[in-house]
């Protein structure tokens, strides 16, 4: 089937590309606090880097880049203070840099209507109240990556997933055993199947055979 229907083209947001991230690494955020600009002493929030200037645009969120930490253990060193952040995503250096101070990185959910309302209010009548969004099933996939991270994800209760998370948790053992017991599980020992290099080299390759049209297109 594949040979004779094949699939053209790409996905264009096979990679999640549609909603960038605005990126920052710690050394800038460590040279805003020597400057003054930022204060150690309290949550260093996406809304105080937009309004400082430390980030000129803030659309979809900020990730957090480890490149400076060694700058932001220093100063976090010299004043003896841990440094706490609100981001929408870090990396895994980033956040070591940060607990390695004994900070941490907290994260909430918004969309991007409710994150302009939080860092731009000022665009919004008086009588216009947002409330916090409940994240969709993809979207909550996501953000518990996210936590096991290491990094304090707050979201809206989502009643569907929270309200039956052992039970899911119980799901998804039940289903792990089943493939593990199931027949002729050991051809495959681990899912999704390992794709390094180097793996496989040992089997036996066979020739796909050949597959021939059998009808005439017009």
């Known amino acids: 089937m594949s040979q004779r229907m094949p699939k053209r083209g790409f996905r264009a947001n096979r990679f999640n590309t549609l909603e960038p991230l605005e990126q920052i690494n710690l050394g800038k955020i460590a040279i805003a ?27 979809f969120g900020v990730k957090i880049l480890g490149k400076g930490g060694d700058k932001l253990k220093a100063i976090s060193d010299s004043i003896n203070t841990p440094i706490r952040l609100e981001a929408s995503d870090a990396t895994t250096a980033a956040l070591d840099a940060i607990h390695s101070t004994g900070g941490n990185v907290e994260m909430t959910y ?48 989502a009643p569907w997933f929270t309200d039956n998370k052992e039970a899911l948790e119980q799901e998804q053992i039940e289903r792990l055993r089943r493939i593990a017991e199931a027949d002729h599980a050991d051809l495959l020992p681990t899912i999704p199947a390992d794709r390094s290099e180097g793996v496989g080299s040992q089997n036996v390759r066979r020739q796909r055979e050949q597959l021939f049209k059998t009808h005439k297109y017009i």
């Open 33 to 59: 606090i020597q400057k003054g600009v930022l204060n150690p002493h309290e949550p260093i929030t996406m809304k105080h880097l937009f309004e400082s200037g430390v980030i000129s645009k803030i659309k």
């Open 110 to 157: 918004r969309t991007p209507l409710t994150l302009k309302y939080y860092l731009k209010p000022h665009k919004f009548p008086d009588y216009k109240e947002l409330k916090d969004p409940m994240p969709s099933p993809k979207k909550l996939k996501k953000l518990e990556k996210i936590r096991a991270k290491g990094i304090e994800v707050t979201y809206a209760d």
